[in-house]
Structures are given as structure tokens and as C-alpha cells.
């Protein structure tokens, strides 16, 4: 049976001694009072969500981007950046899905975490999950929040599809984005709401020079092909299914390809789109995974 939620609920991860080392000096706390060193305002969305960028503890006032140290910082976080995101009043609809549909979760906050958690162990790459918490009594819990490490080093998939012309660069992208759907698949986790906006690749920034250098042959030494990373920021509406169904693949391969071959600003090309959709259906079976790469180019996006 199902129990029912505390006034408070604080997990924390394996290496944050404590909320101190965020910045908190307890969940109330974050709750009620303006965040130090925040940037940027809360502006509620329709899930009664708002988002902060905080700098750590310890890190420079005039860090103006992420930082690549961690180091220095106290209660084990280090420096640099995070993210917290606050519910505040959730949508009854979205928090009774989210406690009875795996995986189960009091809260928005803690079913992200879940979420994140479980992608992480199949090997998708998410934003780190240091903290996340709940107020409350009852079944569910309106109020929560969730603090994540914020992604360094990496590039909103729009913004990379804009920036990146080179041709080898661009096929590196695309292979590492169907490898981590496949990773997605994996896990069996269905995310209809996913965006473009969603998806993040850390970019090569090694000249082609440099990297030739490095993937020159050594004798006895394998030749290194490393590919983007590519992490996933935002997982509202997902759940973790028994089975996806084609139609839920799909989906979400039409939201990522958004507008293949059209005019639309860092729209993928026919070639990107064919190899992308082979690469994120390997393992299916033929027919199976034809009547998904069409339903993906033909459906909504």
C-alpha cells in the first residue's frame, strides 16, 4: 500500500553532504526565500514549474559560465553552477499519474529524479541529480523542488544543428544522438513531451587538424572514434513503459527530427535524417522498425 507524504521529504546525492553545500540552509528554506547568487527570475509554465540558475557555494562571483573545476567547493558539490527547479502548485492530473505510473513518485520533483536516475543507470546521459525534496501531507505533494549540476560543456541540439556546418562533425552528432535513443529504448522510457530544446551534445571543438593528430594510427594502439555526448534536460510527462509501443517511438522521433529536409533553421538533411532513423532503430525487427521511420516522418510533429 501506498503511504502517504510527510511535511517534509529531502533525499540528497551520494556526495552532497548537505543543503549547506547548496546554498540552503533547509527545504523551508529554499522554499520561502530568494535564492543567493540566482540568475535569471521564475516565471511559473503550466506545470506550475519555475527554473533558477544558482551558482555554488565557494565558486567566483564572476564565473560567468560554467566552470570545468569541481573542486573547492564545500560538503563534496565543488564549484561552478546549478539548476533548481520549484513546483509550487502541480497539477492534480500530473501528480496522480506520476504516483501511480512508474516509476511512482509523491511529487513532479521526485518523479524527475526518478526519471533522471533511472536514464543515468541505462546509460542516457542527464544533468546530475544532487538534491530533491517535498512539502506536504497526504498522498501526493504539490510543493517540491529538484537541484541539478548544470551541463558543462554541451550545446542545445537547435543551437548545435545552427552552428555546426562540417560535414564528419555533423555525422558524429547524428550517431550520437541515435545511439542514446537506442539507450533510450533501453530504458523503456517514453517521453511525449520531448523537445529539440531537450537534448543537448557536447560539440568537438578540436580543429580538424588537431583531431586528425590525434586519430593518426599508433602502432599498437587502437585508433579512438570518439563521439558526442548527449544528455536529455527535461523529462516532463515521461514514464517508464512495460513494452514502448511503435507509436510511442515515433512520437518521439518526430519531435526530434522536427523538420527533415524543410526550410526550417537547422532542419536535417534526407542523408541525416536516413542514417539518424537506422542508427535509433538498430536492433528492431525490418518491417517493425519501416512502419516506425514512416509514421516518424509522417505524423505530427
Excluded at 567566483?60 to 573545476?69: I, R, Y
Excluded at 537541484?147 to 560543456?153: A, I, Y
Excluded at 586528425?212 to 572514434?225: D, F, I, L
Aim: charged share 25%.
Amino acid at each position: 500500500m501506498l503511504g502517504t507524504v510527510q511535511s517534509e521529504r529531502l533525499h540528497l546525492g551520494a556526495q552532497v553532504a548537505g543543503l549547506s553545500a547548496l546554498g540552503f540552509s533547509s527545504v523551508d528554506d529554499l522554499f520561502s526565500r530568494a535564492a543567493p547568487a540566482a540568475s535569471g527570475t521564475e516565471s511559473p509554465d503550466d506545470a506550475g514549474r519555475s527554473r533558477l540558475r544558482l551558482l555554488l557555494p565557494g565558486t567566483p562571483l564572476e564565473a560567468s559560465g560554467p566552470l570545468s573545476t569541481r573542486r573547492g567547493g564545500p560538503g563534496g558539490v565543488g564549484t561552478g553552477w546549478i539548476r533548481i527547479e520549484r513546483w509550487r502548485a502541480s497539477p492534480w492530473r500530473a501528480l496522480l499519474a506520476a504516483r501511480f505510473t512508474p516509476p511512482r513518485s509523491v511529487s513532479l520533483a521526485e518523479r524527475f529524479w526518478n526519471l533522471y536516475c533511472h536514464l543515468r543507470a541505462h546509460g542516457v546521459g542527464t544533468p546530475e541529480p544532487l538534491a530533491v525534496g517535498t512539502l506536504g501531507r497526504g498522498l501526493v505533494a504539490r510543493a517540491g523542488f529538484l537541484v541539478t549540476r548544470e551541463l558543462e560543456g554541451f550545446e542545445a541540439l537547435p543551437s548545435w544543428l545552427l552552428r555546426e556546418r562540417e560535414p564528419a562533425l555533423r555525422a558524429r552528432g547524428w550517431r550520437a544522438l541515435a545511439l542514446a535513443f537506442t539507450r533510450l529504448r533501453g530504458a523503456r522510457v517514453f517521453l511525449p513531451r520531448i523537445e529539440r530544446a531537450h537534448v543537448f551534445l557536447s560539440p568537438e571543438e578540436e580543429s580538424p587538424a588537431a583531431r586528425s593528430a590525434r586519430e593518426a594510427p599508433v602502432p599498437g594502439r587502437m585508433t579512438q572514434n570518439r563521439l558526442p555526448s548527449v544528455a536529455i534536460a527535461d523529462v516532463s510527462g515521461g514514464s517508464i513503459r512495460p513494452r514502448l509501443t511503435e507509436g510511442e517511438i515515433a512520437l518521439m522521433l518526430g519531435r526530434l527530427l522536427g523538420e527533415p529536409g524543410g526550410k526550417a533553421e537547422g532542419a536535417a538533411s534526407p542523408r541525416e535524417v536516413a542514417r539518424f532513423l537506422a542508427g535509433a532503430l538498430e536492433g528492431l525487427e525490418r518491417s517493425r522498425a519501416r512502419t516506425i521511420a514512416r509514421r516518424a516522418l509522417g505524423g505530427p510533429r
